[in-house]
């Protein structure tokens, strides 16, 4: 079975730019949720959505939002980006009884100049 | 407020020596319980995950972890440490019964194993 899939690994924007970030997860899984790493912070979680519905949110503004698919693709964008956005933005899904485990994408890198 | 401490922040072994990471939890019940391993540049990978049952269990990569109800805690061990586990270890704990997709996370130790 292939993993969770993130595009693009890398990204660079500047200040005031928007970004999506796209997710594929692991085929069957219809859970899909985010999370932000940063040195500072370490890993924080932003949202997750289930059946095209966010179920969940993380303590972080507006200019954090994302969607799912109905194929259980997911993206987040990030709006009117800041300095402290840069950060590797974790994708992960699971299947949906609480006992599974979180499986993670490689992760897309975002440094905002 | 849950939380997921890792007193840890840089471990260096030798090559062959024996490990132990440490995680220590705060729930208001026994939460369910991870590890996870992270490369540079790399995603996480998950190494175990408690949720109920035996205390003691066993993980990928020749990883084990015990869990401690009265400690507290969910220790990472290796008996032999190879080259190759050098990397970020993240313990990290969810409501057991609620949502399995937040999870909150330690801060990580870093890992660096010495020839």
């Known amino acids: 079975k292939a993993g969770v899939t993130q595009t693009p690994r890398y990204l660079i924007k500047t200040r005031g730019q928007q970004v999506t970030l796209s997710c594929s997860p692991i085929s069957g899984h219809r859970s899909v949720s985010w999370y932000q790493q940063t040195p500072g912070q370490g890993l924080q979680f932003l949202f997750e959505?289930?059946?095209?519905?966010?179920?969940n949110k993380g303590n972080f503004p507006g200019r954090f939002s994302g969607r799912q698919f109905s194929n259980s693709r997911s993206e987040m964008n990030v709006s009117t980006l800041e300095l402290g956005d840069s950060a590797l933005y974790l994708c992960?899904?699971?299947?949906?009884?609480?006992?599974?485990?979180?499986?993670f994408g490689n992760g897309t890198r975002l440094t905002v100049t | 407020a849950q939380s997921v401490t890792q007193p840890d922040i840089h471990i260096t072994v030798s090559e062959g020596a024996s490990l132990e990471l440490r995680c220590n939890y705060s729930y208001g019940a026994t939460p369910y319980l991870f590890w996870y391993v992270q490369s540079p540049g790399q995603g996480l990978q998950l190494l175990l995950k408690y949720f109920s049952g035996d205390t003691l269990v066993q993980g990928i990569k020749g990883f084990e972890a015990e869990f401690k109800r009265s400690q507290s805690s969910f220790n990472l061990r290796k008996p032999s440490v190879h080259w190759s586990d050098a990397a970020e270890y993240f313990c990290a704990g969810s409501n057991s019964g609620g949502s399995n997709y937040k999870l909150t996370f330690g801060k990580g130790t870093l890992l660096t194993v010495n020839p």
């Open positions: 992960a899904s699971s299947l949906v009884t609480p006992s599974n485990p979180l499986h």
């Open positions: 959505y289930f059946s095209e519905t966010q179920r």
